[in-house]
């Protein structure tokens, strides 16, 4: 606690306002992409049981309606009808905790990475991630023979940040053993999430975006960090 009433020296110097450091010293677009995300869950909040339906199965990823033939009753009425769940499933989120979680977590890592690597890199590194996960999480359910209803949320892109902060901790270099501990760290605890989601969270965690956006996002980072250095 700071007493009010305490004296000054008068010979301490205090900072000019201009050297101070902000309290919240985060970039506008991340700032912008968060708010992004808690206002699109909160406009899917306003609508009706029945609109809240329409709006998981046109933007929501559906693996058996994306592997169903396009044009049949179950499947999209067109290719590009199959590719726009790719994106805005990662724009749909569960409830206020799904989103918040990865609206901080998105600011968060998203303001290191963008310090390294500007903004349309991160943005590039945040779409392409997502869209990675999305990928691998419809691979999976192909290959594991996965009932899985459906997927949304951000957090194949989130998943995508982290790799690309862990990768910078690890100098850069994919082929680290600090960048090896790190994933396995970030494995692990998907392989938990995966086993205790159901019972914490009263559903399925989608393991599978998180891992394909990780990937992504190092394996981007990793090109783009080569890019820089040659430039």
């Given at each position: 606690?700071?007493?009010?009433?305490?004296?000054?020296?008068g010979?301490?110097?205090?900072?000019e306002?201009?050297?101070?450091?902000?309290?919240?010293?985060?970039?506008?677009?991340?700032?912008?992409?968060?708010?992004?995300?808690?206002?699109?869950?909160?406009?899917?909040?306003?609508?009706?049981?029945?609109?809240?339906?329409?709006?998981?199965?046109?933007?929501?990823?559906?693996?058996?309606?994306?592997f169903?033939?396009?044009?049949?009753?179950?499947?999209?009425?067109?290719?590009?009808?199959?590719?726009?769940?790719?994106?805005?499933?990662?724009?749909?989120?569960?409830?206020?905790?799904?989103?918040?979680?990865?609206?901080?977590?998105?600011l968060?890592?998203?303001?290191?990475?963008?310090?390294?690597?500007?903004?349309?890199?991160?943005?590039?590194?945040?779409?392409?991630?997502?869209?990675?996960?999305?990928?691998?999480?419809?691979?999976?359910?192909?290959?594991?023979s996965?009932?899985?209803?459906?997927?949304?949320?951000?957090?194949?892109?989130?998943?995508?940040?982290?790799?690309?902060?862990?990768?910078?901790?690890?100098?850069?270099?994919?082929?680290t053993?600090?960048?090896?501990?790190?994933?396995?760290?970030f494995?692990?605890?998907?392989?938990?999430?995966?086993?205790?989601?159901?019972?914490?969270?009263?559903?399925?965690?989608?393991?599978?975006?998180?891992?394909?956006?990780?990937?992504?996002?190092?394996?981007?980072?990793?090109?783009?960090?080569?890019?820089?250095?040659?430039?």
């Amino acid at each position: 606690m700071v007493n009010s009433n305490a004296p000054i020296d008068g010979n301490e110097e205090t900072p000019e306002p201009s050297e101070r450091e902000p309290i919240f010293n985060a970039p506008l677009s991340m700032v912008m992409l968060s708010l992004l995300l808690l206002g699109l869950h909160f406009l899917f909040t306003l609508q009706s049981d029945e609109e809240k339906i329409e709006t998981i199965i046109d933007y929501a990823l559906f693996p058996k309606r994306f592997f169903s033939e396009i044009g049949s009753e179950l499947g999209y009425a067109s290719v590009v009808d199959a590719g726009i769940p790719f994106i805005t499933h990662g724009l749909m989120h569960a409830d206020w905790a799904h989103v918040g979680l990865n609206a901080v977590f998105a600011l968060a890592f998203g303001t290191g990475v963008l310090k390294v690597f500007g903004v349309w890199r991160t943005l590039t590194i945040y779409v392409l991630s997502q869209f990675g996960g999305a990928v691998l999480f419809l691979a999976m359910t192909q290959i594991l023979s996965s009932e899985a209803g459906f997927a949304i949320g951000a957090s194949g892109a989130v998943s995508g940040l982290t790799g690309v902060v862990f990768l910078l901790m690890a100098g850069g270099t994919i082929a680290t053993k600090q960048f090896a501990l790190l994933s396995s760290v970030f494995v692990f605890g998907n392989i938990v999430l995966a086993i205790v989601g159901p019972a914490l969270f009263g559903s399925l965690i989608a393991w599978e975006a998180h891992i394909g956006g990780y990937v992504v996002g190092c394996i981007l980072a990793s090109i783009m960090l080569k890019t820089i250095a040659e430039t």
